[in-house]
């Protein structure tokens, strides 16, 4: 699984953006995924995940009620949809892929995206 994330850029804060996590290959529908981000000068942290049937999402609690993960099966894709964005949400925002039940956990990951910068102004 290859897993292509353009869509990052410069917002206000306040305001929303919509990521997108596109994968190639006819599997996608059998993996779990998840978003990670990563502030400068700080560790990769998990973000939100979901589901290979998009039933259940799971979210970090400083994105819970502003950010949501959803996915397209048939688009073989992806989404963060980010509200309320804070200038804290500033980072390179990662997708990745994973064959077991979604998790938190960045080593349990099997395919990751390469990385698109958000950028929150205040």
């Known amino acids: 699984v290859q897993l292509q994330a353009p869509g990052g850029g410069l917002v206000q804060a306040g305001g929303s953006l919509r990521l997108s996590c596109a994968a190639s290959?006819?599997?996608?529908?059998?993996?779990?995924m998840g978003w990670f981000r990563q502030a400068p000068g700080k560790e990769r942290e998990f973000v939100a995940a979901?589901?290979?049937?998009?039933?259940?999402?799971y979210y970090a609690d400083s994105v819970k009620g502003r950010f949501t993960v959803s996915r397209d099966n048939a688009k073989n894709t992806v989404y963060l949809q980010m509200d309320s964005l804070k200038p804290e949400d500033t980072a390179v925002y990662y997708c990745?892929?994973?064959?077991?039940?979604?998790?938190?956990?960045?080593?349990?990951?099997?395919?990751w995206g390469q990385g698109t910068l958000v950028t929150v102004s205040s």
């Open positions: 990745a892929a994973t064959r077991r039940v979604v998790t938190d956990t960045q080593a349990l990951y099997d395919y």
């Open positions: 290959g006819r599997t996608f529908s059998r993996y779990d």
């Open positions: 979901i589901r290979w049937s998009g039933g259940r999402t």
